[in-house]
Nanobody
């Protein structure tokens, strides 16, 4: 599957953005899709994930209560709604696809090119 993330940009602290990720084909019933991010000089870190069929979700503590992951099954689209953005949320955001309900990047087989999110203070 090919993934393409979009929706990044420059936003002021406290603002909101919605990232989108388009999948080239319908995800399998076992698919888990996730968002990761990587800031300059830092390792890639988990942000959020969702099980495609059930809609079960999980979040990193750093974004819990501010970010919401969702999907549109008929459109094969994954979203990340980001509210109350902070400068420390600045990073390249990646969407990924796998089959394990896990938060480690090694559990994801397919990755899209990232989209830059910059939050100014």
């Amino acid at each position: 599957v090919q993934l393409q993330a979009s929706g990044g940009g420059l936003v002021q602290a406290g603002g909101s953005l919605r990232l989108s990720c388009a999948a080239s084909r319908r995800p399998f019933s076992s698919t888990v899709m996730a968002w990761f991010r990587q800031a300059p000089g830092k390792e890639r870190e988990f942000v959020a994930l969702i099980r495609w069929v059930s809609g079960s979700t999980a979040y990193a503590d750093s974004v819990k209560g501010r970010f919401t992951v969702s999907r549109d099954n008929p459109k094969n689209m994954l979203y990340l709604h980001m509210n109350s953005l902070k400068p420390e949320d600045t990073a390249v955001y990646y969407c990924a696809s796998g089959v394990r309900f896990e938060s480690t990047s090694k559990d994801y087989d397919y990755w899209g090119p990232g989209t830059q999110v910059t939050v100014s203070s």
